[in-house]
């Protein structure tokens, strides 16, 4: 497990918040990350974040999801004990497709659900019984937060501290959190 | 007030295209096909229909829920809407011709089936004539056909009126509580209009889904077009307000409605095709037997083609995709179209020659004619409208 020290400052609204970014970031500070209750709009185009690949994996497993539905109705339904159901063509996964595609569909629809979950979960780290990664409770309430790290700037803490201040700040701290588990 | 003009080019290609139209009828005519006429007269009645009343009913459902991303949009939903009365007529045409029994579209409109004494009587249709009879399916059509009509012109008059009078928040109300009874009535009246006019050419069958999957069809048919002409007039330097998230939301709906399509008509599939009782199945034997390649691209296409290619973000904003999507699918419902009434009327003797597509193009230059003529009657973009704000900052990751 690795941590790391960062400096916060907490707002008290959604505004002030993307507003002290951008004088951050104006001055040269890389921001790190920012905490919030709920989204903001706009603010990953201002912490300039990466547009997520969720989506792609989203895919991958719905794809994964469908192979193995069709492997697996193929072996039930047709190989190991072939079914006669109102009179349908039992020996032929083709011949009798329409009867399984909704099977096909909700299984894809499931693996694609859950595999986008459990991914979105272990990137973020915030598998259930995971120690919280939010500075500051109040940013699950009604506060919100920026997060600056010492390594990524050239500055002294001081100098940092400063730069906080400047904006609409409500509180200034210190804490260390959990970067990786493993 | 940025302005769209009805030029002299686009009456050219509209003339153009209602020239071939005529020339097909009359090929039609005079090469003894009149029933095959009369169905393509109803095929693309039916689907250049369908846009007008798909327009209408998309302004609605924005203004129910008053969604602010549609107001860019609203006036070339308008356009599209107020073709809703010629759609009307091109199909009262089609409804008089079987009336006055020069098509016998209407298999049930034979006087024969009802009397117990003739040697045609058909018990199954004869129970049926409380409903299917001349005076209570005409009535039923100027009721359905009346209403959608008036609140189409009522859209498009509030829209006007809303620009000269200045008072947003005013009409923003009466614009829901009307929309809210125009998604009431339509959702009783097209399954009703979906039986009546389309079901019942196949007189002895029914489905109780007909009705979701004949709207399905209307929607995603009507969204495509408005989203192959968003982008038409966007390259010819109109509607600067769209910007990328708003075409992205249109992506989404094509996408989403051709899912909810090809889920509709699966589910009417599947469902017949595993009971497999005679009385249902006929409708499939008939369209798989004798027309199986068309028919498999028909739906193969409609599902294929925007599941796999707007399925992500990028291509979802990019026009080239979109349209080239657009008339894949554009096409693809045409022939859902064309399998709607083939097949009942024509049996195994329908082909897509020169009368169908002729009379798709004319149709189409019909069309054209009125849209881009209602387009140029009003500015492009709404002047007053409590959500307008909204719509022109859309923006959206």
């Known amino acids: 497990m690795t941590t790391e020290n960062f400096l916060y400052g907490l707002y008290n609204d959604d505004d002030r918040l993307v507003e002290g970014i951008k004088k951050l970031q104006s001055k040269g500070i890389k921001v790190n990350d920012a905490y919030s209750p709920f989204p903001i709009h706009g603010l990953e185009d201002v912490l300039g974040m990466k547009w997520t690949r969720i989506a792609i994996t989203s895919f991958m497993f719905g794809l994964g999801g469908l192979t193995l539905a069709i492997l697996a109705i193929n072996y039930f339904m047709i190989i190991d004990w072939p079914m006669n159901i109102g009179g349908k063509p039992n020996f032929s996964l083709y011949e009798n497709l329409p009867a399984f595609i909704p099977i096909m569909f909700e299984f894809t629809v499931l693996c694609a659900a859950h595999g986008m979950a459990i991914t979105y979960f272990a990137r973020n780290m915030t598998f259930p019984g995971l120690p919280a990664r939010n500075p500051h409770p109040k940013t699950t309430d009604d506060h919100f937060a920026v997060e600056l790290s010492f390594r990524n700037n050239e500055m002294s803490v001081d100098d940092l501290r400063n730069a906080l201040k400047e904006t609409e700040v409500v509180e200034i701290f210190e804490k260390e959190r959990i970067t990786k588990f493993l | ?397």
Do not use: C
């Open chain 2, 1 to 397: 007030m940025e302005q769209f003009t009805f030029t002299d080019k686009h009456k050219k290609v509209s003339f153009g295209l209602i020239g071939v139209g005529l020339l097909a009828v009359l090929y039609g005519i005079f090469t003894g096909q009149g029933e095959r006429t009369w169905v393509s007269a109803m095929i693309n009645g039916w689907y250049f229909f369908s846009i007008g009343l798909a327009a209408t009913f998309f302004i609605a459902v924005n203004m129910a829920s008053q969604a602010g991303w549609f107001v860019v949009f609203k006036r070339l939903f308008e356009a599209l809407n107020m073709f809703l009365p010629v759609g009307s007529i091109m199909l009262i045409i089609v409804f008089i011709g079987a009336t006055f029994h020069w098509t016998h579209m209407y298999h049930w409109m034979d006087s024969e089936l009802m009397d117990p004494h003739s040697e045609h009587f058909d018990y199954i249709i004869a129970n049926k004539e409380p409903y299917l009879n001349l005076s209570f399916w005409w009535l039923r059509i100027i009721l359905l056909l009346g209403v959608w009509n008036l609140f189409a012109f009522l859209f498009r008059k509030r829209s006007i009126v809303e620009d000269e009078e200045a008072q947003p928040k005013k009409w923003f109300k009466k614009n829901i509580t009307l929309s809210a009874l125009f998604l009431v009535f339509f959702g009783y009246t097209i399954h009703i209009g979906s039986w009546d006019w389309i079901m019942s050419i196949d007189t002895h069958w029914f489905s109780t889904l007909f009705g979701w999957y004949i709207f399905a069809g209307v929607w995603i048919t009507g969204m495509t077009v408005a989203i192959i002409m968003t982008l038409w007039l966007k390259s010819k330097g109109h509607l600067k307000e769209i910007n990328s998230s708003h075409i992205h939301d249109m992506g989404k709906w094509v996408f989403g409605i051709s899912f909810l399509w090809t889920y509709l008509w699966f589910s009417q599939f599947m469902l017949i095709w595993y009971s497999n009782i005679p009385e249902e199945v006929t409708y499939f034997i008939a369209r798989i037997e004798d027309y199986k390649f068309t028919f498999w691209t028909m739906v193969l296409i409609n599902f294929i083609f925007p599941m796999l290619l707007l399925m992500s973000k990028t291509t979802k904003r990019n026009p080239g995709v979109l349209i080239f999507v657009g008339i894949v699918i554009l096409f693809g419902h045409w022939l859902d179209s064309y399998f709607l009434f083939t097949p009942g009327v024509l049996k195994d003797q329908g082909t897509i020659g020169v009368v169908e597509i002729g009379m798709l193009l004319g149709y189409a230059g019909v069309f054209l004619f009125v849209v881009l003529s209602q387009l140029a009657k009003a500015p492009l973009m709404v002047k007053e409208h409590a959500l307008l704000e909204e719509s022109l900052h859309h923006h959206i990751n």
